[in-house]
């Protein structure tokens, strides 16, 4: 693909839903990073998978917050019992190895009823 | 605790005028101040960035100056356009560890014709 995709671009919960948000990487991208937009403020980092493994979790706001990268590649970030202040947009990037650019997909804005 | 201060919030510059983006930052662990550059509804984009050894780093349109025993970073958009009308997130790195990056607040630019 071209750059990093998100899907879906648009959620709306009720608030105590489940969400299940999917981040597709620049093939081969080793690096891949999770950051939560607040509307107006800038992207606050989540979580960091380097392939598979999970190196880095420590900006997830609760245990409400999981996510996962099964083979390296394809990532999801699960929000259980979603509450109104999990809205916001949700940014993927990925990057060829740590050191490198990382490259944003459009996010995921998530908006909790 | 806010690593990254950015100002202004917001900026508006006429067409051809430069546009001047500050941050400063806290640690001085980080090695690495990238600006992103993100129209609405689409992820950051990296626009340049620059390394503590250098104070100035210039391409095209865009410089960085940095002031390490200040710790502080700019922006400076020479000959602005109204293609140049977006937000602007200035961001620090500690490349020895997970590369998650810290982002200012954002500065909001309306280039006016």
């Known amino acids: 693909g071209a750059g990093v995709s998100q899907s879906p671009r648009y959620k709306v919960a009720k608030r105590g839903q489940d969400v299940a948000l999917r981040c597709d990487p620049i093939?081969?991208?080793?690096?891949l990073f999770w950051y939560q937009q607040a509307l107006g403020q800038g992207p606050e980092f989540l979580t960091y998978?380097?392939?598979?493994?999970?190196?880095?979790k420590s900006g997830l706001p609760s245990d409400r917050f999981f996510a996962e990268r099964p083979e390296g590649s394809v990532s999801t970030l699960k929000i259980q019992r979603t509450q109104q202040e999990d809205s916001a947009v949700y940014l993927c990037a990925s990057s060829s190895d740590r050191y490198n650019e990382q490259f944003f997909g459009p996010g995921t804005r998530l908006t909790v009823l | 605790q806010q690593q990254v201060k950015q100002s202004p919030q917001s900026l508006i510059v006429q067409k051809g005028g430069i546009s001047i983006i500050n941050c400063a930052y806290e640690n001085t662990a980080f090695d690495y101040f990238p600006w992103y550059q993100q129209f609405p509804g689409k992820g950051p984009a990296l626009l340049i960035a620059?390394?503590?050894?250098?104070s100035e780093k210039k391409e095209g349109r865009f410089t960085i100056s940095f002031n390490k025993s200040a710790k502080q970073f700019s922006l400076h958009i020479m000959d602005s356009q109204p293609g140049d009308s977006a937000t602007y997130f200035c961001a620090a790195m500690f490349s020895g560890g997970y590369n998650k990056l810290i982002f200012g607040a954002g500065t909001r630019l309306a280039v006016h014709p």
């Open positions: 093939s081969g991208h080793v690096s």
């Open positions: 620059i390394r503590p050894d250098v």
């Open positions: 998978f380097q392939n598979e493994a999970q190196l880095d």
